[in-house]
C-alpha cells in the first residue's frame, strides 16, 4: 500500500476505537438523573461571579432571581471590579423583579496567585458560608434557567452519603445562531466530550474528572474538604480542576448536558469564537511543547486526514487511500450527528468536521503563541502569564 493509504487505514482505525472505545463519548444522553423529592428541602447558596456583563445580566439574573425552591435559597452576584455599572444593575433588577434574596459584593483586584474567576468564587463562598448552606450553586453570569432549574438539581444530588453526588454539573447549551455559531459552537461540546467522555466522568471509581463552569451545584462539606477554591486558586480550566478536587477529596461528581440551562452569551463572529478557546487551549495542554506536537499530529491525522486521503486518492488513483479515508469520514460524521440534534442544528453540517478541527487546530496554536510571547491567557481585560493547567487527578 502506499503511504497515504497507510494514513487512510490508520485513521480508520482509530476512528473505530473513539467509536467504541472512548466511553461513548458522542452519545448525547447523560442527562440530569430523576430522583424523587427530598423529604426536606436543602438550603441553597447561588453564588455568580461577574465582571463587565451589564449586557447579559437582563437576560439571565431574572431567571436566577424567579427560581421556584421549595427550601431556602439566596443569592450572592460577585461584582469583580466591572466597569459596565454591573453591580448597579444587578440590584436595580432585583428591586425590578423580586424573587429570590440578592447580595452584591465587590472583592477588588484579585490577589498575586489568584485567576479572577476564582478569586472572585472566593469571596462569593465567603459571604455565602456565614449563612452556612448546604449547597452552593455555581453559575456565571451569561447562564439562564428555567424556573425548576435550581429544584431539579438540587433533586439530582440526592442525600449524601445515600448514593448522592457531591457535585453535579450541566453544560449549559451554548447559543447557536450565527454562521460561526453552528459551525464551532456544538464541536465545542463533541471536543469537550472526546476529552472528558460524560459516562466515564460519572462512573463510580474512575479517575476521570470534570465539570461544565456554567452550573454547577456543590455540596458545601465537599467543598471545604476539597478546599475549594484554595485549592485551585491558579487554574485557568477552573471547572475542570474543581471537579479533579472533589474527586480527590472522595466525592462522588456527575456531568451531562443540559435541557433546561443556556448560556444567553453571543459569539456572533469568528474571532469572538477564537478568543474563547485559544484562551485556555494551551493550558489544557498544560504549557508543553511536547504535548503541542502531538496535539497538531493527532488532530492532523484524525480529523484532516480521513478528507484529504479521499481527495488525493481520487486524483491519483489509490482506491485504497480513498475508500479507507471515506470510511473514517462516514464514522467521524456520524458520531458528530447526536450532538448536532442536541443542539437542532442540520445533520448536513457533520461533513464540515474536518473544517472546524482545523479552526481548532489553528486556535490551539495561537494559544501557544500567546502564551509564549507572556499574555497567557487573557479574559475580560485581564491577562494571566503564566496561568496553571488543572492539576491531574
Known amino acids: 500500500m502506499s503511504a497515504l493509504a497507510w494514513i487512510a487505514v490508520c485513521s480508520l482505525t482509530v476512528w473505530v476505537w473513539l467509536l467504541l472505545g472512548q466511553g461513548f463519548f458522542w452519545r448525547t444522553d447523560q442527562r440530569l438523573p430523576v430522583r424523587g423529592e427530598p423529604a426536606r428541602w436543602p438550603s441553597v447558596a447561588v453564588v455568580v461571579p461577574a465582571r463587565n456583563e451589564a449586557d447579559v ?59 479572577g474567576k476564582l478569586w472572585a468564587l472566593r469571596h462569593g463562598m465567603a459571604q455565602a458560608r456565614q449563612r452556612k448552606p448546604e449547597f452552593l450553586l455555581l453559575t456565571d453570569a451569561d447562564i439562564a434557567h428555567e424556573p425548576d432549574s435550581l429544584r431539579e438539581l438540587v433533586a439530582a444530588a440526592g442525600t449524601e452519603g445515600a448514593g448522592g453526588f457531591d457535585l453535579v454539573s450541566q453544560m449549559a447549551r451554548l447559543r447557536v ?18 476529552l472528558y467522555p460524560f459516562r466515564r466522568v460519572n462512573a463510580a471509581g474512575s479517575r476521570t474528572a470534570a465539570a461544565a463552569g456554567g452550573c454547577v451545584l456543590l455540596r458545601a462539606g465537599a467543598a471545604e474538604r476539597a478546599r475549594i477554591p484554595e485549592s485551585i486558586r491558579q487554574a485557568v480550566i477552573d471547572d475542570v480542576s474543581l471537579a479533579r478536587a472533589v474527586r480527590r477529596s472522595g466525592g462522588r461528581i456527575w ?57 488525493a486518492g481520487l486524483l491519483s488513483g489509490d482506491p485504497v487511500a480513498a475508500a479507507a479515508g471515506g470510511a473514517a469520514w462516514a464514522v467521524m ?19 464540515l468536521l474536518p473544517f472546524t478541527a482545523a479552526l481548532y487546530l489553528l486556535m490551539t496554536m495561537d494559544s501557544a503563541v500567546q502564551h509564549h510571547r507572556g499574555r497567557g491567557a487573557a479574559w475580560k481585560g485581564r491577562t494571566y502569564a503564566r496561568p496553571e493547567a488543572a492539576p491531574e487527578g
Open 57 to 115: 445580566l437582563p437576560m439571565s439574573l431574572p431567571t436566577l432571581l424567579a427560581q421556584d425552591y421549595p427550601g431556602d435559597a439566596e443569592i450572592f452576584l460577585v461584582d469583580d471590579c466591572s466597569g459596565d455599572g454591573t453591580g448597579e444593575l444587578a440590584r436595580a433588577l432585583a428591586e425590578r423583579c423580586g424573587g429570590l434574596p440578592l447580595t452584591v459584593v465587590a472583592p477588588g483586584e484579585p490577589e498575586p496567585g489568584w485567576t
Open 177 to 194: 445562531t450565527s454562521t460561526w455559531e453552528r459551525l464551532v459552537v456544538p464541536a465545542f461540546v463533541y471536543f469537550f466530550g472526546q
Open 255 to 311: 456531568l451531562g448536558l443540559a435541557d433546561r440551562v443556556d448560556s444567553v452569551r453571543p459569539y456572533p463572529g469568528l474571532p469572538d469564537l477564537w478568543r474563547m478557546v485559544s484562551r485556555s487551549a494551551y493550558a489544557q495542554l498544560r504549557h508543553s511543547p511536547v504535548l503541542l506536537a502531538g496535539t497538531v499530529l493527532g488532530l492532523g491525522l484524525v480529523y484532516v486526514a480521513p478528507p484529504a486521503a479521499v481527495f
Open 333 to 351: 460524521a456520524g458520531t458528530y450527528m447526536p450532538m448536532l440534534g442536541y443542539y437542532r442544528q442540520s445533520l448536513w453540517l457533520a461533513p
